[in-house]
């Protein structure tokens, strides 16, 4: 088990930073041929996204709520995550092109994305008695005192 802070701290991450959201969603269960595969790929690719730093992922955690499964995964920029969606030697563009040809749109199983682009600032956080998690594994961990008590001055100073 990770070591708890037992006292409230927050991230603060140098620069912006991308927030990218994505998930599955299994519309229809009996179907395990169809979307088996699908929840297959996304290990894979945080398994190749793990190994290989530079690529530019931060971190990732995954999240089940049948029907749905979620990633939130944090990025250096955009660029990297563009890049690594488009490129022809990672698992990613494979993966997509499989969905395509195996379910397309025939309501099996969906699929979807958001991407948050997150300037210097215009993000906050807080965390009391908890280990890292989310913004506070890739960020530095600073007390949440004086200056970064309330939100809305965490926001203003960076976190």
């Not at 530019?56 to 955690?61: Q, S, V, W």
């Not at 029907?67 to 955009?78: A, G, H, K, L, T």
């Not at 989310?134 to 809305?152: E, P």
């Amino acid at each position: 088990m990770s070591h708890i802070t037992e006292r409230r701290v927050c991230a603060e991450v140098e620069g912006g930073f991308v927030l990218f959201l994505i998930g599955m969603r299994i519309n229809k269960p009996w179907k395990f041929w169809k979307w088996g595969p699908i929840a297959a790929a996304m290990p894979r690719m945080l398994i190749e996204l793990a190994r290989q730093p530079e690529l530019g992922l931060l971190h990732a955690r995954t999240h089940f709520n049948f029907p749905n499964i979620m990633v939130v995964q944090y990025w250096r920029d955009f660029d990297a995550l563009e890049d690594y969606a488009k490129a022809r030697d990672h698992a990613h563009l494979p993966a997509w092109q499989a969905f395509n040809k195996a379910i397309g749109s025939n309501g099996d199983v969906g699929i979807w994305h958001e991407t948050y682009v997150i300037g210097p600032g215009q993000y906050e956080n807080i965390y009391n008695n908890m280990p890292p998690y989310g913004l506070g594994t890739v960020g530095t961990i600073v007390d949440a005192v004086g200056g970064r008590q309330a939100a809305r001055q965490r926001v203003r100073s960076g976190t």
